[in-house]
């Protein structure tokens, strides 16, 4: 049993001194500590001005805890958080104190101290700048040297990955003689920030010599293609406005290369011509990698003012790099407004609303009109008014002969609608051609009041003459229900007759509630030439106030129509 375990104390050291066999990982256990020492409060560390620097973290039991070491004594307050890496500089030099409570490996409430020292690079034997970054290919090994150890013959170096030690990776990798192995380098997540410790003893105390390797995981050493551009297209038209700014965007992919030869540049080539190219005004390049293997730089071109000469020229984008160049040209083409855009922007929404304003002034009476006409009548109460309707017309030549012969009962009041219909047409009935020759308001007059019972106001009869004729008209209008023009050539040439109908729309405008109808005898009555001319506000209601029209030469249906019409215009009684 003991020969056993002296043989495995002889083996086990030699097979941890081999590293990468086969494809394994073969790691070298580090003996010492992966933070501060259990038996120490008191912590030596050095640093080299300029390079990255990361304070330690405490390791418990239950795992890594963090920390803020913050410096004691000392004109400015400064601390850190462990595990942040940072550029040292001398004046971090100090002592620092950490409070560790009940969670560190140390009793309940003690202090732990860090000693910090910053040492210029001048002061280090050997000290080699390119030491302290490092480019590993992908996919492939590498090695990872710790800056100073060619110039020390001390191989106890304890490598870390951030704050964590390398021997708590799970990963092909391993340590031998101060130099950090990676079996197999993998892309962006070996890309790191690299710690070496190693002990140096100096006047019987031991600092801890602290070193940064930045390490950057490239696809290639070489540069492989030209550029690609991938936007825009060679020969595509770009829509501008004139007078408007206008950016020309290019975006190309370069391969990967350590050092960034890629550059892309806008040129206008004047009248076409490729030969006779001017710099464009360029914005600063963005520039940014989606994968490992290459990047991408996107540059825009700027024109201030666009105008027509510029739609005379071409504009191309020239990229390259070490290995070669790409160019694409564009042309620029004015951009057709359309009216829906022009909807979208304030000053043709203020215009529309200015437009649409003006259309209202404009028709502000024509709409008051329509609306006291439909909407604001219903029943009336027949002793509110004297007349349930003033009708206006203008005496035919042959109207007082035939007046005097027409003679019919009289009823007590309003019909229903049936009976309306049935004694409208009974005018009608007695001969096709004397009604073809009984002027309107003959009818009109006969069948309102002797057949449907309604109070009628007639200049002729209910005006009393040598009184003040205006406002005898004016009272009757105001004291009627409901006013009825008979619209016809006479009547547009008649001055009372006209004043009657101006009247009428005057007091429909004053908020009475007066209904208004038109009984044109002609259909073009409205469109007949007076002289002198009508009143504008007669000519602007004639076009909006609610007409019916009498057709004599129809006797039959026509007349069928429009008395049941009338019928419905007129107003009802409560």
């Not at 890594?64 to 913050?70: F, K, R």
């Not at 349930?388 to 005496?395: E, G, N």
């Not at 449907?452 to 004729?469: F, S, T, V």
Request: hydrophobic share 35%; charged share 20%; net charge negative.
């Amino acid at each position: 049993m003991q020969t056993g375990h002296i043989l495995f104390s002889f083996i086990f050291p030699i097979v941890l001194d081999g590293c990468c066999v086969g494809g394994h990982e073969k790691k070298l256990t580090a003996t010492g500590l992966t933070g501060l020492q259990q038996d120490a409060t008191h912590q030596h560390y050095r640093a080299v001005e300029g390079e990255s620097f990361m304070m330690p973290c405490l390791k418990s039991v239950s795992g890594h805890i963090t920390e803020v070491w913050s410096r004691t004594g000392g004109s400015e307050s400064l601390s850190f958080d462990c595990g942040k890496v940072f550029p040292a500089e001398v004046e971090h030099s100090g002592k620092y104190r950490c409070l560790t409570g009940n969670r560190s490996l140390l009793s309940s409430g003690n202090e732990l101290f860090l000693h910090l020292r910053v040492v210029e690079e001048t002061s280090v034997g050997c000290f080699q700048p390119k030491e302290s970054s490092l480019e590993l290919l992908n996919g492939a090994g590498g090695d990872i040297p710790c800056p100073g150890r060619n110039c020390s013959n001390n191989t106890d170096v304890r490598w870390y990955k951030g704050n964590i030690p390398v021997s708590e990776l799970s990963r092909d990798i391993c340590e031998k003689n101060g130099l950090l192995r990676l079996c197999e380098v993998k892309g962006k997540y070996d890309t790191s920030v690299y710690f070496c410790d190693r002990p140096v003893m100096e006047q019987g105390v031991t600092w801890t010599f602290r070193r940064a390797v930045k390490v950057k995981v490239v696809p290639h050493k070489t540069i492989s293609d030209p550029p690609r551009i991938a936007y825009p297209a060679d020969n595509k038209t770009e829509e501008v406005e004139l007078g408007r700014s206008h950016t020309l965007t290019c975006k190309v992919f370069f391969p990967y290369e350590s050092k960034s030869s890629g550059e892309v540049h806008w040129y206008m080539n004047n009248g076409g011509n490729k030969d006779n190219m001017t710099l464009l005004e360029m914005k600063k390049p963005q520039q940014g990698s989606d994968i490992l293997e290459e990047y991408w730089i996107v540059q825009d071109g700027f024109i201030d003012k666009v105008t027509p000469q510029h739609l005379e020229h071409t504009y191309t984008c020239i990229a390259s790099n070490a290995l070669g160049k790409c160019n694409v040209t564009i042309r620029l083409n004015q951009k057709q407004v359309k009216w829906a855009s022009l909807v979208g922007s304030p000053i043709a929404s203020l215009l529309l609303v200015v437009v649409v304003g003006v259309i209202l002034h404009m028709k502000w009476l024509e709409l008051q009109i329509i609306y006291r006409c439909h909407f604001l009548h219903g029943t009336h109460d027949r002793d509110e008014k004297r007349f349930d309707v003033f009708l206006s017309y203008v005496w035919s030549p042959t109207s007082a002969e035939i007046e005097g012969g027409w003679t019919r009962s009289s009823r007590s009041g309003p019909v229903t609608d049936e009976e309306a219909c049935q004694f409208s047409m009974d005018p009608l009935n007695t001969e096709e051609d004397e009604a073809t020759q009984t002027p309107l308001e003959v009818l009109l007059r006969q069948v309102l009041e002797e057949q449907w019972g309604y109070r009628l106001c007639l200049l002729e009869r209910d005006i009393l003459p040598g009184g003040a004729y205006t406002n005898d008209v004016v009272l009757a209008i105001q004291g009627s229900h409901m006013l009825i023009c008979l619209l016809s050539a006479d009547y547009l040439c008649n001055t009372d007759g006209v004043f009657v109908l101006e009247s009428g729309v005057q007091a429909l405008l004053q908020k009475s509630a007066l209904k208004l109808l038109i009984i044109r005898t002609c259909r073009n009555s409205a469109s007949i030439i007076q002289d002198p001319p009508l009143p504008p506000l007669v000519q602007r209601a004639l076009k909006v106030l609610p007409s019916l029209n009498w057709t004599s030469d129809k006797p039959d249906r026509g007349s069928s129509r429009f008395w049941r019409s009338l019928r419905k215009a007129m107003p009802r009684s409560e």
